[in-house]
């Protein structure tokens, strides 16, 4: 391997994806997957998990499969037990699980904020705070990346709860970066933009969703491999010294003119 490459590789790490089943963390997981590391798939339900683990053991990669309720502690600790039994410690977390319910405040419930507020943010803390205790047990260095959004920073109507929260995780990130700092755990978050997935390539071919992407500067919105390069900047030893980042993925949405 060319020796400005090493430093990227994921070889001999395990690593840890929550809502792993669709989207994001699905590709993450497979991406981390072709990067070397041994990746554990966490969701509420397991059976959503199978095809992306079978479909990483078939392509030469090690993958398992853990039930995880990111808002339950309890829940939390039994998947990480389950899966240091099949890799061994995790040393990579990347915090993806999230939901939106997209409504305006007044048509809020307050079931529609807990559960929004609770899986995005909340959850985030709670697998962090698991991982972290693990990892200074060990005495082992770890990398955290939480998946944050740029609505953590833009406005967008109809997403409070969502933003409220995702702007949280940034914060998060920075707090959780320096008190894990000591233990030399890293913990860093990417903020995508607007990226063409299975739930919403059909709507961006509206007017609407023609019409936000020409508010992008790029004009047009993310492929999912554009992501490949932040993260594995931040799960490797490539970004040794970067903890508290939050990095941008949006084709400079965020710079848009209001």
Known sequence: ?????????LEGKVAMVTGASSGFGEHFA?????????????????????????AINADGG????VTMDVTDSASIAAAFDEAEKAFGLITIIVNNAGITIPKLLLDLT????NNVVDTNLTGVAFVSREAGKRLVAAKTAGSI??????????????????AAAKAGVVQLTKVTALEFARHNIRVNAISPGYFS?????????TPDGQALIQRVPTR????????????????SDASSL???????VDGGHVLSEL
């Not at 090690?62 to 499969?65: N, P």
């Not at 944050?148 to 997403?159: G, V």
């Not at 970067?242 to 941008?248: A, F, P, Q, R, Y």
């Open 145 to 162: 990346i939480n998946i944050a959004s740029i609505t953590a920073e833009r406005l967008q109507k109809a997403l409070t709860s969502y």
């Open 242 to 248: 970067m903890t508290g980042s939050n990095i941008t």
């Open 197 to 205: 997935t299975p739930l919403n390539s059909e709507w961006f071919k």
């Open 62 to 65: 090690q993958a398992v499969a």
């Open 110 to 113: 307050d079931d529609d904020w």
């Open 30 to 54: 497979q991406v981390l997957a072709k990067a070397g590391a041994k990746v554990v798939l966490g969701a509420r339900r397991t059976e959503k998990l199978k095809a992306v683990t079978d």
């Open 1 to 9: 391997m060319n020796e400005l490459l090493e430093p990227f590789s």
């Open 220 to 235: 047009r919105i993310g492929d999912m491999k554009e992501l490949n390069g932040p993260l594995l900047l931040l799960a």
